[in-house]
Structure formats: C-alpha cells, structure tokens
C-alpha cells in the first residue's frame, strides 16, 4: 500500500521535473531578445544655431553646433557589443568675435558603450582666440578610474575614481536621449572633465508643444544644474534643453541664461546615414 502511494506521489513530481527541464532546454535554445537600437545609432547628423539677446541685440546669429553619431560591432572576448563614435563641435560665428572680443571653437570625439550607455574615451579641444588646450581621457571600467592627460598647453595626467555609469560632456547628451523622460523625473548623472568628476543633476519640469524645423513636436523640458561653484560650470547660469516626447528623443532647442545675455539655441536640420 506504502508503495503504491509513493509511487502515484512520485510519477506526477518526475513528470513536473521532465517538464520543467524541457522548458528551461527550450528557452535556453532561444536567442536572447532583441535590443532595441538607440534612435542615434543608425548616423544622425544634427545641426543647431545659436542666437543670442541681450539689451538692445536681439536674435544675432553667434554660434553653430555640430553633433554627428555613428555606431560599430566590435569583437570583445564572447561578447559583440555595440559602440558609438560621437563628435561635437561648437564655434562661433556672426558678431560673437566682435561683442566677445575673440572666436572660440570646441571640438570633442566621444567613444561610448551602447549598453550600459557609458563613455569611454575622450579626446577634447578648446580653442579661444590665439590659446589651445588639447585634452584626452580613457576609461577604464574594470578598475574604475580614469586616466585624463593633457597634451598642450600644460602636459600632464591625473588619474581620478569614478562610480558607473560615467559620462563625458558629449556623451551625457546622449545620455539623456536614452532615457524615456516624463514631468517630475529628477537623477543625478557622473560627468567627468577635464580631470575631475561631478554629479550632474537632471529635472524634467515641463511638457510643452513647440514649432520646429520638425513640424509641431510634443516635448519635455529638462534642466541640468550645469551651473554653481561645485558644478560643471563655475559661473551663474541656467541652462534648459526641449526634448521631443517619442521615439527619436531630439533635442530640439536650448536655452543658456548667463551674465553676459541669453543664448537660444534651435535645431536647423537632422539627416540619418541609414534608413530607419
């Protein structure tokens, strides 16, 4: 009797056993689930000019950005991630050299990890009249620290700690694109430059319909406290980005408050090297 129990006790929990490993067997033959691309990584090319207002000036043409992104498979061990090359200019152009008193340009090439979105590797140039300064960084994920070197005018390296995942001054941009925003989102970012790190704040404070060269777009408003005596930005100031509210996560306008007078910044074209 004993044994006629055990054994109806008994063939039910092995059949279970067998089902479950079958399953597990089957779902272990299944390729892991697609990931969805970034709206940049099929080669975006944005283009934004920035005017600037102050008394009596208004709307005099100073600057142009620049922000290109393309992206690669490379090989790393088993694994065959996916990387981005970004670059981002800025210079000015217009009256800015006649009410600044000189001419600047900003170049920076970004090389970041798609998942988890995270810079890698920095190469920097800041140009202001007759002066240069050459900057470049690598990340070192394992150890994570830092090695930044400055080539010109001052050679030297600083090697610095930083917390996961960090992000250059391009590349948390990026950042921000990757991140479905709605009113009230509020985080911290890491952003490293120029050999220190800081904790950037990000606030989504507004939901608003703009005209743009896209047509009518829905767009979050956000705010990185990119200004204060311990910020990114030693100076006072306020900085807004727009950032249309779908899929591609294109900022479309931006707004720097500083002493000097107020810089509205407005995107003029975006084309794509692939197809969507």
Same mark, same amino acid.
């Given at each position: ?63 142009e ?7 690669e ?11 981005l ?55 070192n ?29 391009? *590349? !948390?941009?990026?950042?921000l694109? /990757?991140? &479905? ?6 985080? %911290?970012?890491?952003?490293?430059? $120029? ?12 939901q608003?319909?703009?005209? *743009? !060269?896209?047509?009518?777009?829905? /767009?979050? &408003? ?6 204060? %005596?311990?910020?990114?930005v030693? $100076? ?10 779908d ?13 000097i ?14 197809p969507?």
């Amino acid at each position: 009797m004993i044994r006629k129990r055990l054994i109806r006790f008994c063939c039910p929990v092995a059949a279970l056993l067998v089902l479950i490993g079958a399953v597990s067997f089957a779902l272990a033959q299944q390729p892991p689930p697609q990931r969805t691309p970034l709206p940049f990584e099929r080669g975006e090319e944005l283009v934004y000019q920035a005017e600037f207002s102050r008394a009596l000036l208004r709307g005099v043409d100073v600057a142009e950005f620049r922000f290109k992104s393309t992206s690669e498979h490379i090989s790393r061990g088993n694994d065959d991630p996916v990387v981005l090359h970004l670059t981002g200019d800025v210079f000015s152009k217009g009256l800015f050299p006649k009410i600044a008193g000189f001419k600047f340009h900003q170049h920076v090439e970004s090389v970041a990890d798609v998942e988890p979105f995270t810079v890698l590797h920095t190469n920097k140039i800041e140009e202001q009249g007759k002066r240069s300064r050459v900057l470049e960084a690598v990340f070192n994920h394992d150890t994570h620290k830092a090695l930044w070197t400055e080539h010109n005018p001052n050679p030297g390296s600083i090697s610095i700690d930083f917390s996961d995942p960090i992000q250059d001054v391009l *590349t !948390v941009i990026y950042f921000l694109r /990757t991140r &479905r925003l709605a009113v009230g989102d509020s985080f %911290d970012v890491p952003v490293s430059d $120029a050999g220190r790190v800081f904790r950037l704040s990000v606030k989504a404070v507004e939901q608003k319909e703009l005209t *743009t !060269v896209l047509g009518k777009v829905k /767009t979050i &408003r956000v705010e990185p406290a990119l200004f204060g %005596d311990t910020a990114l930005v030693r $100076a006072r100031g306020a900085l807004s980005i727009w950032i249309t509210d779908d899929e591609r996560r294109l900022p479309v306008r931006a707004q720097l408050k500083v002493d000097i007078g107020t810089f509205d910044i407005k995107l003029k074209s975006v084309s794509y090297l692939q197809p969507q």
